[in-house]
């Protein structure tokens, strides 16, 4: 399994929202979305099954590109 590193970039699978990994601990990641309004504190086992990683260049790319 992979775990993410601190300032990482994912995406939750269900919603397709976006989320910066915070804090990696033990046994758990805690997630901040981007807009700041949603924080989740999740088992680092569980970040294979709901989350997929996005890469930063490709995050921003598509944003920029939605903004225009």
């Not at 309004?37 to 569980?46: A, F, N, P």
Request: hydrophobic share 40%; charged share 30%.
């Amino acid at each position: 399994m992979i775990i993410p590193e601190e300032r990482e970039i994912l995406k939750y699978r269900p919603t397709g929202d976006i989320f910066e990994v915070k804090k990696i601990t033990n046994q758990f990641a805690i997630l901040y979305s981007l807009d700041g309004l949603t924080q989740i504190l999740t088992e680092k086992r569980s970040l294979v099954n709901l989350f997929e990683k996005v890469s930063r260049l490709n995050f921003r790319a598509s944003t920029t590109a939605e903004s225009l």
